[in-house]
């Protein structure tokens, strides 16, 4: 009877110690991400997301040991999504601000962006008179919830004369662009040029604007998933080191030939078709798990 007992009971300790690895190797979390918004995020014509923001974070749960699964939401969206526990992370170019750092918690930052003003190609126009509302329409675009729009926002806040006109995404601001309903649009400078190749013989960059804004994940507010210290540490990993400098300033230090690295360069000089094409056939092995394989992969793809 004694040795019945001892069977059940370490037929018990088995049970839960299976139960704890199953809820573990099942630990799914909901990333939100505004879509397409090449090259950070994009979709293949099939409906799969990628780009440089998407599988830098599938290299960090593949990193930190959890799976994630992606979900289009509007970008203005994304915040209160997180925020209310909807979504569990955010992944979509999202500069980190004060304002936001109230409703929501940051990782340390993985990017280093500044905003570019994209014009028609050949226009009179140049940035500081697109941006002084000098254009035949008189009008600049930006997506809404973006520090592209807070900043045009500030600049009528000023007294400049010029109309606003808000987005739900940057691909359709573009296009009014290219059909001259507005005069410009101010936009992340590496997804202008994304931008710019998709209408090289139309559109082209008057002028950047040093604005110096960091890129980071957001989860929700006091991280009750403890994903933060997880992603962090998964970047330093992935080989990103940042460091403090004076007055606030951050210097993002990426490691050569590290995943970041490999990233970068996939997604920030080929062409968006390319990458594009390169991914339909690589996707496999970052779905899968397999990221060496699948930067491996892209970069012998884009003859990189």
């Known amino acids: 009877m004694r040795g019945g007992c001892r069977v059940v009971a370490v037929a018990a300790v088995l049970l839960v110690l299976f139960s704890a690895w199953a809820a573990v190797a099942q630990e799914t979390y909901t990333v939100a991400s505004d879509i397409p918004w090449a090259p950070f995020e994009m979709i293949t014509e099939g409906g799969e997301f990628f780009g440089f923001d998407l599988d830098l974070i599938r290299a960090v749960a593949i990193t930190a040991g959890f799976e994630v699964e992606i979900q289009n939401i509007a970008f203005d969206a994304i915040i209160e999504t997180v925020r209310t526990g909807r979504a569990d992370i955010g992944a979509s170019g999202f500069t980190?601000?004060?304002?936001?750092?109230?409703?929501?918690?940051?990782?340390?930052?993985?990017?280093?962006?500044?905003?570019?003003?994209?014009?028609?190609?050949?226009?009179?126009?140049?940035?500081?008179?697109?941006?002084?509302?000098?254009?035949?329409?008189?009008?600049?675009?930006?997506?809404?919830?973006?520090?592209?729009?807070?900043?045009?926002?500030?600049?009528?806040?000023?007294?400049?004369?010029?109309?606003?006109?808000?987005?739900?995404?940057y691909p359709a601001a573009i296009l009014d662009l290219v059909n001259g309903r507005i005069d410009a649009v101010v936009q992340d400078e590496p997804a202008s040029a994304a931008s710019i190749s998709s209408y090289p013989d139309l559109l082209a960059v008057a002028g950047i604007i040093n604005t110096n804004e960091y890129f980071g994940f957001l989860v929700r507010e006091g991280d009750p998933e403890g994903l933060l210290p997880r992603i962090n540490a998964a970047l330093g990993t992935l080989g990103l080191t940042v460091v403090e400098g004076p007055g606030g300033m951050q210097e993002l230090i990426v490691e050569e030939g590290s995943v970041i690295d490999d990233l970068l360069a996939i997604y920030f000089g080929p062409d968006t078709e390319d990458i594009t094409a390169a991914w339909t056939q690589c996707r496999d092995r970052i779905l899968g798990g397999d990221l060496e394989g699948f930067l491996d992969c892209m970069k012998q793809q884009l003859a990189l």
């Open 96 to 169: 980190i601000t004060p304002e936001r750092e109230a409703s929501v918690d940051f990782s340390i930052p993985y990017y280093l962006s500044n905003q570019a003003v994209v014009i028609q190609k050949g226009s009179d126009l140049n940035i500081v008179t697109a941006l002084a509302g000098l254009g035949p329409n008189r009008a600049v675009g930006a997506q809404n919830g973006t520090t592209g729009l807070w900043w045009v926002e500030a600049l009528q806040e000023s007294g400049v004369d010029i109309t606003l006109r808000g987005y739900e995404t």
